[in-house]
């Protein structure tokens, strides 16, 4: 049995998933009483899994596509955009750690406003932080869209001329 495309293994390991994600949402909801608690983990993460989420924000799942897209570009030479982003970032993450913790802050606007005493900059970095992010969300989410689209064809019989030719 098939559903848009995908076995019924597929749609139990989805479903699965989904599931996990679900019951460890709820989970983790019953520990958050506070902002802190919630964006930071009520700064109970100690230098271990801070190392790890340092390398997460240095690192992420665009990285393979980056560095198939650069070494289709520029041939061999294109790992060294990928690999150097990592080799750049990833220190400046380590060194400026001990900072982040110290400053007490939630958020990178709320360090504009302790810092320069200026809402109106919180504000501006908080409007261009959600735009980007909106942007990046959207690829993202197109992205997904694409995948899941070649992944689940449709049927022989359902297909175009134009679909059965190409």
Not at 153 to 165: I, N, R, S, W, Y
Request: proline share 1%; net charge positive; hydrophobic share 50%.
């Amino acid at each position: 049995m098939t559903f848009w495309g995908f076995g019924t293994m597929d749609l139990v390991v989805m479903a699965g998933f989904v599931l996990a994600l679900v019951c460890i949402g709820i989970r983790a909801s019953r520990h958050i009483h506070s902002q802190e608690d919630f964006f930071l983990g009520g700064r109970r993460f100690g230098r271990f899994v801070t190392a790890f989420t340092n390398f997460g924000q240095a690192t992420s799942s665009e990285h393979a596509t980056w560095m198939v897209a650069g070494v289709m570009k520029n041939g061999a030479a294109g790992i060294l955009f990928a690999i150097g982003q990592g080799l750049l970032l990833m220190p400046v993450y380590w060194f400026t750690n001990r900072w982040w913790r110290r400053l007490r802050t939630l958020t990178l606007a709320d360090f504009f406003v302790e810092r320069y005493g200026s809402k109106r900059m919180a504000a501006t970095f908080a409007v261009i932080s959600v735009t980007y992010l909106a942007l990046l969300v959207g690829l993202g989410l197109n992205a997904l869209g694409n995948t899941v689209c070649a992944m689940a064809g449709k049927p022989v019989a359902e297909l175009t001329q134009v679909e059965a030719a190409e």
